[in-house]
C-alpha cells in the first residue's frame, strides 16, 4: 500500500466542477475585498493590541524592522501558498497543496499539523479575549471572581510560583501581578477534596457564540467580519492621527537600544500576528473567482497589516520611552500616560472586538479543513457533511467548538501560542517546499506563479557569508554554543530552585558583597541579583559563580543545555542539505527563502515545543495508520 499516492490536479478540478450547485458543495459569496477584510480581520488583533507593547519594549523604535522581517518571511510563504491556491482553488489549504506535491501521508501530517494553527490557535485567541474582556468589565466596575477568569495550569503554577517567591523573602504584594492573580485564584476556588476548579468561563462563552456564527453561514460570518474590521480601521487610524500629535522625536533615540538581538527576541510573537493571511486559502470553494482573487487578497492583506504595525510602532515608541511598553494593553497605556483616559477606554473595547474578528476566520478553516480530509476519506464522512440551509460544514463546525472550547477553560497561554507557531510554520514550510518540488513538473497552472529567480549560486553563497559574519561579530556567542559552555542561570530561575536556608545565605551574600540592601528590595532577593544583573551582566556572572550554593545550583551544564540548541542545530543541518538541492536543481530563490524563514523561526522555539508537536504528529499517524490510510478513497481505486 503506497502512503506516498499522489492527487491529481486535473482530477481535484473535475471533482469540484461535478459537485457545483449539489448538496456537497458551499455557497460562493466571496469578493476579492471580502478575502482581503478576512486577512486584515484574522492578522489584526493581539499583535496591535498586545504583542506590539512586548516587542517595542525588547528592540525599541527599531521593532519596525522586526515587522518587515516577519512580513517578508510570511510573505514569501503567501506566495507559495498563492501559487498553489490559484492551481488549486479548493478548501483544501496547505492539506490539499501537500496531498498534490508530497502525497498521502505528508498531506495528513499536515492536516493534523494545522489542528495546531486553528483549534490550537484559537484556545489561545479565546484566553487573550478573555483577559481583556474582563480588563474591560474590571475598568467598568464590574469585578469576576478571579477563579473563573484564569485557566487551571497557569492558576497552578502560578501559585507555586508565588509560594516560592514569598518563601525566599519577597511579600505578596512585591509579586508579580501575573503572580499574584494566580495566587488569589487558587486559594479562593472551590475545592472538590483536593481539586481546585479555576476554568476560564468568559473563554467558554466566547468561543459558544463564535461557533453559533460560523455555524450559522458563511455570509452571517462575512458581514460580521466586515463589520468588526471597520471598526479596527477607524479605531487604528483614531490611534494614528490623535497620537501623532504627542510623538516626541527624542524617544527615538536610540534608535536599536538592543541592537538586533533585542529586535528579533519578539520574532516568535510577532509571526504569531501574522499567521492568519492563510486562512484565506479555506475559503476557496466560497469564492466568487478564487484563482484570481485568493492570491492578490493574500498578499494586499500582508501590505496593508505591515503598514499599519509600522506606524501603530512608530507613534506608540514616540509617544513614551520603549522601556515603559512592556504592558499587556500598549495603546491604552499610552494614552494613559498623556492624559487621555477617555481614549483608553475606546481602544480596550476595540481591542475586544478585534480579538473576535481572529477567533471568527480562524474557527471558519479548521472545519474546512476536516472537510476536505473527509472527502477524501482521511475522516469519517460526517466531517463533510454540509448544512442544506446554511451550507457550512455542520458536524465539523461543531466538532471544532468542543475541540477550541474545552482546552481553553484549562489551558495556558503560553503552552498553546508555541504549539500554535510549530504548527503553522510546519505547514508553511512544507507549502514552500512544495512549490519547490512541482517546480518543473508538467501540471496545470493557475493564474499566478511566483516569479522565478534562480538560488543555485545565491543560496549558498548567502549561507557561508552568514556563518562566517557570526564568528566575525559574535565570536563568543558562536564559541559557546558550538562547545556547549556553561551557562549561569537567570534571577528567576536561579531563586525558585533554592531552599529557605540557601535564600538567607544568598541574601546575605550579596548584601555583603556587592552593597545591595534587602532593606530596599524589601527583603526580595530575586530583586536584588536583577539589580545586580541590570548594571553588569558580567558582574551577575561572577556573582553566581562565587555563590555560597551546590554547583549544580548555578549553573546549565551538558545536555540540560545542549537540548535547548538542538532546534539550532537542525535548522543548521537543514540549510546544508538545502543549498545542495537548490545547487542541483537550480530552485526559485523566493519559495527557498520563505522555507528558510519557517524553518528558522521553529528553530527559536523551545525544545519542549518540539518534543510536544512530535508527540502530536505521532498520535496522527497513529490515526492515519489504523484508519486513514484504510478509508482512503485513492486506496479505493
Same mark, same amino acid.
Given at each position: ?19 457545483? +450547485? ?25 499583535? *496591535?493590541?498586545? #504583542?506590539?507593547?512586548?516587542?517595542? !519594549?525588547?528592540?525599541? =523604535?527599531?521593532?519596525?524592522?522586526? !515587522? ?20 488549486? =482553488? ?29 483549534? &490550537? ?47 525566599? +523573602? ?60 471597520? $471598526? ?6 483614531? $490611534?494614528?492621527? $490623535?497620537?501623532?500629535?504627542? $510623538? ?5 533615540? =536610540? ?20 499567521? +492568519? ?5 479555506? #475559503? ?5 473567482? =478564487? ?57 480596550? &473595547? ?41 451550507? #457550512? ?6 466538532? #471544532?467548538?468542543? *475541540? *477550541? ?29 512544495? &512549490? ?67 535564600? *538567607? ?133
Amino acid at each position: 500500500m503506497n502512503v506516498f499516492r499522489k492527487k491529481n490536479i486535473a482530477d481535484i478540478l473535475s471533482e469540484l466542477e461535478a459537485n457545483e +450547485g449539489k448538496q456537497e458543495s458551499l455557497g460562493k459569496f466571496l469578493s476579492q475585498k471580502d478575502l482581503i477584510f478576512f486577512g486584515i480581520a484574522a492578522i489584526v488583533g493581539a499583535g *496591535v493590541f498586545s #504583542t506590539i507593547g512586548q516587542a517595542s !519594549f525588547d528592540g525599541g =523604535p527599531a521593532v519596525i524592522f522586526l !515587522f518587515m522581517f516577519t512580513a517578508l518571511a510570511c510573505g514569501f510563504a503567501a506566495m507559495a501558498y498563492a501559487e498553489f491556491a490559484s492551481m488549486v =482553488p479548493v478548501s483544501g489549504s496547505a492539506y490539499t497543496y501537500s496531498y498534490v506535491a508530497f502525497g498521502e501521508v505528508i498531506a495528513w501530517i499536515i492536516g493534523w499539523s494545522l489542528i495546531m494553527e486553528y483549534a &490550537v490557535g484559537n484556545i489561545t485567541l479565546a484566553i487573550s479575549w478573555s483577559d481583556y474582556f474582563t480588563g474591560l468589565l474590571s475598568n467598568m466596575g464590574i469585578r469576576l471572581p478571579q477563579w473563573i477568569q484564569m485557566d487551571y495550569l497557569s492558576a497552578h503554577k502560578g501559585f507555586n510560583d508565588a509560594v516560592a517567591l514569598m518563601t525566599s +523573602g519577597k511579600s505578596f504584594e512585591n509579586l508579580p501581578n501575573n503572580l499574584q492573580l494566580a495566587h488569589t485564584a487558587w486559594t479562593t476556588a472551590p475545592q472538590i477534596g483536593s481539586f481546585h476548579f479555576v476554568a476560564d468561563i468568559p473563554a467558554l462563552a466566547i468561543i459558544v457564540l463564535i461557533t453559533w456564527l460560523v455555524y450559522r453561514g458563511m455570509k452571517e460570518s462575512r458581514n460580521a467580519s466586515n463589520i468588526m474590521v471597520y $471598526v479596527k480601521l477607524a479605531v487604528i487610524a483614531l $490611534v494614528l492621527i $490623535v497620537g501623532i500629535f504627542y $510623538v516626541d522625536t527624542d524617544h527615538f533615540d =536610540p534608535f536599536a537600544p538592543n541592537g538586533l538581538s533585542g529586535v528579533l527576541k519578539g520574532v516568535s510573537a510577532v509571526f504569531f500576528a501574522y499567521i +492568519g493571511f492563510d486562512a484565506i486559502s479555506t #475559503t476557496a470553494e466560497e469564492c466568487k473567482n =478564487p484563482q484570481r482573487d485568493l492570491p492578490r487578497s493574500m498578499i494586499w492583506s500582508i501590505i496593508i497589516c505591515t503598514l499599519l504595525y509600522i506606524a501603530i510602532a512608530l507613534v506608540l515608541t514616540g509617544m513614551v520611552n520603549y522601556k515603559e511598553l512592556n504592558v499587556g494593553d500598549p495603546l491604552a497605556y499610552v494614552f494613559d500616560q498623556v492624559n487621555l483616559k477617555w481614549f483608553a477606554g475606546i481602544v480596550a &473595547v476595540s481591542a475586544v472586538v478585534a480579538m473576535a474578528s481572529v477567533l471568527l476566520v480562524f474557527q471558519m478553516g479548521q472545519p474546512r479543513i476536516w472537510m476536505s480530509m473527509s472527502r477524501d476519506g482521511l475522516l469519517p464522512p460526517k466531517f463533510s457533511k454540509i448544512h442544506s440551509k446554511y451550507k #457550512t460544514p455542520s458536524f465539523a463546525t461543531i466538532v #471544532t467548538g468542543f *475541540v *477550541v472550547a474545552v482546552p481553553a477553560l484549562f489551558m495556558n497561554l503560553t503552552m498553546v501560542t508555541d504549539l500554535c507557531s510549530i504548527g503553522t510554520l510546519f505547514a508553511f514550510a512544507l507549502v514552500c517546499a512544495g &512549490v519547490l518540488v512541482l517546480q518543473d513538473k508538467d501540471i496545470p497552472r493557475g493564474k499566478f506563479r511566483i516569479p522565478y529567480l534562480n538560488g543555485k549560486y545565491i543560496l549558498p553563497t548567502g549561507f557561508v557569508l552568514g556563518l562566517l559574519s557570526i564568528f566575525i561579530w559574535n565570536k563568543n556567542g558562536a564559541e559557546a554554543f558550538v562547545y556547549n559552555t556553561p551557562q549561569v542561570y537567570e534571577p528567576t530561575n536561579f531563586v525558585t530552585q533554592l531552599s529557605k536556608d540557601d535564600a *538567607v545565605k544568598m541574601t546575605a551574600y550579596v548584601e555583603t558583597n556587592y552593597q545591595v540592601k534587602s532593606i530596599d528590595f524589601n527583603n526580595d532577593l530575586e530583586a536584588m541579583l536583577s539589580s545586580v544583573k541590570e548594571k553588569s551582566a558580567d558582574q551577575y556572572v561572577v556573582l553566581i559563580e562565587k555563590a555560597p550554593v551546590d554547583q549544580q545550583l548555578k549553573f546549565e551544564t551538558g545536555f540540560d543545555l545542549f537540548k535547548h540548541k538542538i532546534p539550532m542545530w537542525l535548522f543548521l543541518i537543514a540549510m546544508v542539505f538545502l543549498c545542495v538541492w537548490s545547487f542541483k536543481k537550480n530552485l526559485s530563490l523566493i519559495p527557498m527563502l520563505g522555507l528558510i524563514c519557517c524553518i528558522y523561526m521553529m528553530a527559536e522555539l523551545t525544545i519542549w515545543n518540539w518534543l510536544y508537536f512530535s508527540v502530536w504528529l505521532l498520535i496522527g499517524l497513529l490515526i492515519y495508520f489504523s484508519y486513514s490510510r484504510f478509508h482512503s478513497k485513492l486506496n479505493q481505486r
